[in-house]
């Protein structure tokens, strides 16, 4: 079925990222909006609470420094924050990472600067919240492309500890 939204509404875009906070709600951040340009830095927020003939899209304020337009990036929620990782910046792939309380009034973006080790910079790389095992509730990265248009094959888990800190781990692999 299509969906007419009203509010304002996300530009055409492509190579952008999206997540479901639940399945009434669905944030997009960034991409691509052709000719070379990329998207507005704004969030967008599609609300299906009411019902799918009552959808309403809508700009989720933000304030202070953002991650910027970027494309190829990913966008997962790990409660209660939005986690944006890596992507094209216009002229280079990135491997920053920056969360968003969604549950704060006054949400604002946070870079998040890590002591451990990180994975190298990457565009169109995969990321899901893990739900299971040792590793629920941590953001796992896998592939895309590197500075030099090579694909990875690399698996990166995010997570942040009770005291706060995050960090990032490399997946343990087994030989062959």
């Given at each position: 079925?299509?969906?007419d939204?009203?509010?304002?509404?996300?530009?055409?875009?492509a190579?952008?990222?999206?997540?479901?906070?639940?399945?009434?709600?669905?944030?997009?951040?960034?991409?691509?909006?052709?000719?070379?340009?990329?998207?507005?830095?704004?969030?967008?927020?599609?609300?299906?609470?009411?019902?799918?003939?009552?959808?309403?899209?809508?700009?989720?304020?933000?304030?202070?420094?953002?991650?910027?337009?970027?494309?190829?990036?990913?966008?997962?929620?790990?409660?209660?924050?939005?986690?944006?990782?890596?992507?094209?910046?216009?002229?280079?792939?990135?491997?920053?990472?920056?969360?968003?309380?969604?549950?704060?009034?006054?949400?604002?973006?946070?870079?998040?600067?890590?002591?451990s080790?990180?994975?190298?910079?990457?565009?169109?790389?995969?990321?899901?919240?893990?739900?299971?095992?040792?590793?629920?509730?941590?953001?796992?990265?896998?592939?895309?492309?590197?500075?030099?248009?090579?694909?990875?094959?690399?698996?990166?888990?995010?997570?942040?500890?009770?005291?706060?800190?995050?960090?990032?781990?490399?997946?343990?692999?087994?030989?062959?």
């Open positions: 079925k299509k969906l939204p009203s509010g304002p509404q996300p530009s055409p875009r190579a952008h990222a999206s997540a479901s906070v639940d399945p009434n709600m669905i944030y997009v951040y960034g991409g691509a909006a052709g000719g070379g340009g990329l998207a507005s830095d704004d969030i967008f927020l599609l609300d299906l609470r009411s019902g799918e003939e009552s959808a309403k899209w809508s700009i989720f304020n933000t304030s202070g420094s953002s991650p910027g337009s970027r494309y190829g990036h990913t966008l997962v929620f790990s409660k209660p924050f939005l986690l944006v990782f890596g992507g094209h910046i216009g002229n280079e792939p990135v491997n920053d990472i920056w969360s968003l309380n969604i549950e704060k009034t006054n949400s604002k973006w946070t870079k998040i600067v890590t002591k080790e990180s994975p190298p910079p990457r565009v169109y790389h995969s990321a899901s919240m893990c739900s299971a095992g040792s590793a629920t509730g941590m953001m796992v990265i896998f592939g895309g492309r590197a500075s030099d248009q090579s694909p990875l094959t690399d698996t990166w888990g995010f997570r942040r500890h009770r005291d706060g800190r995050w960090d990032w781990v490399k997946a343990p692999y087994k030989n062959n």
